[in-house]
């Protein structure tokens, strides 16, 4: 079976390089953060108030209940900055914090920093917007979706992209990485109306003995609307608590319906059985890691034929489009999940089948 695997690249992509780690940083040492922040054009982000977080390890977790930034620093007319702390404010304990300031961006773009104070010397590299100018049409069987590099703002610059495809907030596909130009199939968009491509790229710089990841969101660009309706769609699911109208057919894509603890299995009823040639899952996530997690197929309920397997290193496909070889006709898709320490499905926002 031929697959694409796309995984999202969230905060915790951004932040993976930092895990637990240890402060060597005096309590007593005097810092001094410096900085500056620049739109798309050149032009500095003058006299702007900046709001600097601080996490509680150095884990780059902002909890919402933190009660808001730490603290703020305001640019200059160039839109540089500086702010001086100490050493015992970057540090939780034995552990280091990690810090996190997003330049407040237009049009929906916008540039953010997370690093760990390592010495009395912090030189944030410049921040600087990126819009991406991203441009959608159709193309083919689909999307094509074109952007420029970041180096056409910063010269020599590069970075991981990451293209999110929402509808209102929610995160309906994501494609990692990526570049100009990007495909999404009318197997992702199906009949969706008012989807938006947003662009992303992250990068991680080394600057005088310290690390920063940059994170970059580009302009959202409207998608055409597409009109591939799924032969699943309006069919019926099996679950505990399972509602009477089905969450995962109805064509919402964006949201993932309650599912109960240790939901280890989730089935589909087609009104007809199919031969089934492509399947579309959305936002599919377990507790813990399965040993197995597979889309299976049945044409009788109680025969079941390996369809697809929604593992990849160890962890749950959360965005998957795949091809299905399978020549008999099917009623029956499930989703399952094996393997001990509660590996149940806890999120999953659609399942669409196509002949």
Not at 7 to 34: F, H, K, N, Q, Y
Not at 219 to 234: I, K
Request: proline share 5%; glycine share 8%.
């Amino acid at each position: 079976m031929e697959m694409k695997r796309w995984m999202l690249a969230s905060c915790a992509v951004a932040s993976t390089w930092l895990g637990c780690a240890t402060s060597e940083v005096d309590p007593e040492l005097e810092i001094t953060l410096t900085g500056k922040a620049l739109r798309e054009d050149g032009q500095p982000v003058a006299n702007t108030l900046l709001n600097l977080y601080r996490s509680a390890n150095s884990e780059c977790v902002f909890s919402i209940f933190s009660g808001g930034s730490w603290k703020s620093v305001k640019t200059g007319a160039d839109g540089a900055f500086s702010l001086e702390l100490l050493g015992a404010d970057t540090r939780s304990g034995k552990l280091a914090r990690c810090f996190s300031m997003p330049i407040p961006g237009q049009t929906g773009r916008s540039v953010s920093v997370e690093f760990l104070v390592k010495n009395e010397a912090v030189q944030v590299p410049t921040l600087q917007e990126w819009s991406g100018a991203p441009a959608a049409a159709v193309s083919g069987n689909g999307v094509g979706v074109t952007f420029k590099d970041l180096s056409t703002v910063q010269a020599g610059v590069s970075g991981t992209y990451t293209l999110d495809v929402k509808k209102a907030s929610s995160t309906i596909w994501s494609i990692a990485p990526i570049q100009s130009p990007t495909q999404l199939s009318d197997y992702v968009l199906e009949d969706a109306a008012d989807l938006e491509a947003v662009l992303f790229v992250f990068r991680k710089v080394e600057n005088g003995g310290n690390t920063f990841t940059i994170r970059y969101t580009g302009n959202p660009v409207a998608l055409p609307r597409r009109a591939l309706v799924p032969v699943s769609r309006g069919a019926s699911c099996v679950y505990t608590d399972a509602p009477t109208v089905c969450p995962l057919t109805d064509g919402n894509l964006g949201t993932s319906p309650t599912f109960k603890e240790n939901t280890r299995e989730v089935v589909l009823q087609l009104a007809q059985a199919k031969v089934l040639r492509k399947a579309v899952l959305r936002n599919l996530h377990t507790f813990s890691s399965p040993s197995e997690l597979v889309l299976e197929g049945s044409g009788d309920g109680t025969t079941w034929v390996p369809l697809a397997n929604l593992l990849e290193d160890g962890m749950a496909v959360r965005f998957i489009e795949v091809d299905l070889n399978h020549s008999t006709p099917l009623s029956q898709v499930r989703v399952r999940s094996i393997g001990q320490d509660n590996p149940g499905i806890i999120s999953l926002n659609e399942v669409s089948l196509f002949e």
